[in-house]
């Protein structure tokens, strides 16, 4: 009998790993590196040789190293015909893999069929010293080589040998025995490193206008436009409405730019002299380090920039000189806004661009990333599936990347970084990949593929507690939700000053040149797509680059595009969101037809109350509230919020959805598919159509009440606001919102179940739908 298909738990594990933080222990390490698994390794620092003899037939020598551990060997560089030569090259052994109780380093000489010995160094385990930091590092030494026999051997050898920890500063750029397999090309590629974003300006260029353009066809008004363009970044002015040689725009053109500039803005001055023919009047190159900066609202001094034009002599491109047509600018970087290079719903920096406008830090994020399990198999490698995993994580400008641990499913990093918080309303994402360029750029590596992130926001941690899950990886591919595997994370966040933060929650969430001069969405988002491609370009040019589809996925890149399970997703959030509001309604609903007659009774006494001493209203609203939030403390989130594929409606999607969500942009699907999803989402659309046409409806019907379209509803109402203001004069407001509550909650044998005079009179209400083609 077949057994049903397991259900795969996408659920968020609290984990107990064995980390220093809590812990009640005399080593140094766990007070700076508490929050990750200490990790015991054997590092070997081989820093130069002198006096080394001679060993070909030439009479020169080819030396290099060779560290041996067991089954394990790491090897430097060779240099060729060289006797003192400086390697100045490191060596991690995990000391879970040693196996040998001796450490061998040997210095042999480069040759065309055998390598020579020149000597070696040999090193017993029990004897190598134990450094924990912050001690300093340990001195290398010079050591005389001996021969295979353990006689003294021509030449010395200087290095420095000790027992250390994941926490020591070699271990980054260290060669480690896990990664033997991958080559000299490679190893850049899998090392951890630190990258930080480039910093982002917002580029304003307001074009005033301009003068003296000399248009080569006098007889016609020019229809003149300014192009600006910024490295691939390129925007357009309207034609100006003064059709002459002195037009005007006093128009706004926002660009990003990245420190340092690189390339200049480049503005031309065009005459459109045809249905798609541009004549260029003019042009002007401005050198982005000439100007202003400017740090709040007020603006900077216009300028006359120059107009060049180059000609043609003797087919050559030659400038023209006698010309004066001159632009007239301002121009600034605003330092007082806060680039968006991610989405907004979960930035990890809200600061402006300028620093002196920073506020101070108001506490440490701490991360430790621990390891991984149950990792999917990414790609194969000699007729078997492996994955080479490392980790990204993204705060603020700072992007850290673990180490990549080569051919396991089950990788341990159990490494540990460290980010300033300015705002706790932010998110630190995580994500976790396989590395497609471990044998060096020129193997043919493919993409670095996507395992899965996770997003942690720092609002919904308590301070100075540590966290400690285990989050599952999820990926939605194109065939369904899968779960990737889990990675293990420990979190913690350190507030410096309870009352700074506190007082964060009363300021705006950006800069205040958002509001001041606020940008229209359609802007904000050109921009960000323009931001977002600056960093990825800067990151993929680092040693080692963290690669352009890593930086995309960790900022999301493609979060704007449509998708008909988002949109689901975010129809089923509004609803959830109403659905308090409902309740109350049905609630209330059940009051008034008595279904608890207790209840009832009760609500009318407090309601009695209310109308007599109204100064309690407040008081017993904001009272009640207080007691809802102390009776929901008791189960508040005891974790971080993870990947939820309920709310993402990604556990049970269709599958053409899906194949629609990942369609490329503009379409690569066949007509006939296109087709129907166009007339899919046009059946959607006149559903959305017709509530917005039922909303207009209603608010016309309101608008009717005065306006006289329907004299006889007009003269009713009028009349009705007449009576009702001598009545409401005469008689207390207490009597009236009395009669009115006790008519509201009456019994149901009162009640019939036709609708009321006043929704009666409403409905009959005219409205413009009438006139609607």
Known sequence: MQKPPQQVDFALKETSPNIGAGAITGDKLSCTYDLVEQMQYLYVRVVKAKDLPAKDVTGSCDPYVEVKLGNYKGITKHFEKKSNPQWNQCFAFSKERIQASTLEVLVKDKDVVIDDLIGRVIFELNDI??????????????????????????????????????????FPDAWHSDAAAVGPDGVANIRS?????????????????????????????????????????????????????????????????????????ILTVEDRVGSNKDEQLGKCLIPLQIVQRRLDHKPVNAKWFNLERYIMVDGEQKKETKFA???????????????????????????????????????????????????????????????????????????????????SSTPRWNEQYTWEVFDPCTVITIGVFDN????????????????????????????????????????????????????????????????????????????????????????????????????????????????????????????????????????????????????????????????????????????????????????TVFLYLFLIGIWNFRWRPRHPPHMDIRLSHADAVHPDELDEEFDTFPTSRPSDIVRMRYDRLRSIAGRVQTVVGDLATQGERFQSLLSWRDPRASTLFVTFCLIAAIVLYVTPFQVVALLIGIYMLRHPRFRHKLPSVPLNFFRRLPARSDSML
């Open 129 to 170: 010293p134990k450094r924990v930091p912050p001690d300093s590092p340990l001195a290398p030494q010079w050591y005389r080589l001996e021969d295979r026999k353990g006689d003294k051997a021509k030449g010395e050898l200087m290095l420095a040998v000790w027992m250390g920890t994941q926490a020591d500063e070699a």
């Open 193 to 265: 490193k630190v990258y930080l974003s480039p910093k982002l300006w917002y580029l304003r260029v307001n074009v005033i206008e301009a003068q003296d353009l000399q248009p080569s066809d006098k007889s016609r008004y020019p229809e003149v436009f300014i192009k600006a363009t910024l490295g691939n970044q390129a925007l357009r002015t309207r034609t100006s409405q003064s059709k002459s040689i002195n037009p005007m725009w006093n128009e706004d053109l926002m660009f990003v730019v990245a420190e340092p500039f690189e390339e200049p803005l």
């Open 325 to 407: 047509s001159r632009i007239h600018l301002r121009i600034c970087l605003d330092g007082g806004y806060h680039v968006l290079d991610e989405s907004t719903h979960y930035s990890s920096d809200l600061r402006p661009t300028a620093k002196q406008l920073w506020r101070p830090s108001i506490g440490i994020l701490e991360l430790g990333v621990i390891s991984a399990v149950g990792l999917m198999p990414m790609k194969t490698k000699d007729g078997r599936q492996t994955t080479d995993a490392y980790c990204v994580a993204k705060y603020g400008q700072k992007w850290v990347r673990t180490r990549t641990i080569v051919d």
């Open 436 to 619: 497609g360029h471990i044998h060096g750029d020129k193997g043919g590596g493919g993409k670095d593929s996507r395992i899965g992130k996770v997003r942690i926001r720092l609002s919904t941690l308590e301070t100075d507690r540590v966290y400690t899950h285990s989050y599952p990886l999820l990926v939605l591919h194109s065939s369904g939700m899968k779960k990737m595997g889990e990675v293990q994370l420990a979190v913690r966040f350190t507030c410096s000053s309870l009352i700074n933060m506190l007082h964060m929650y009363s300021h705006p969430l950006l800069p205040k040149m958002h509001y001041i001069h606020p940008l229209s969405v359609i802007q904000l988002d050109s921009l960000r797509h323009q931001a977002m491609q600056i960093v990825s370009m800067r990151l993929s040019r680092a040693e080692p680059p963290l690669r352009k589809e890593v930086v995309e996925y960790m900022l999301d890149v493609d979060s704007h595009m449509f998708s008909m399970r988002r949109s689901k997703a975010n129809f089923f959030r509004i609803m959830g969101v109403l659905s308090g509001l409902i309740a109350v309604g049905k609630w209330f609903d059940q009051i008034c037809n008595w279904k608890n007659p207790l209840t009832t009774v009760l609500i009318h006494i407090l309601f009695i109350i209310l109308v007599l001493y109204p100064e309690l209203i407040l008081p």
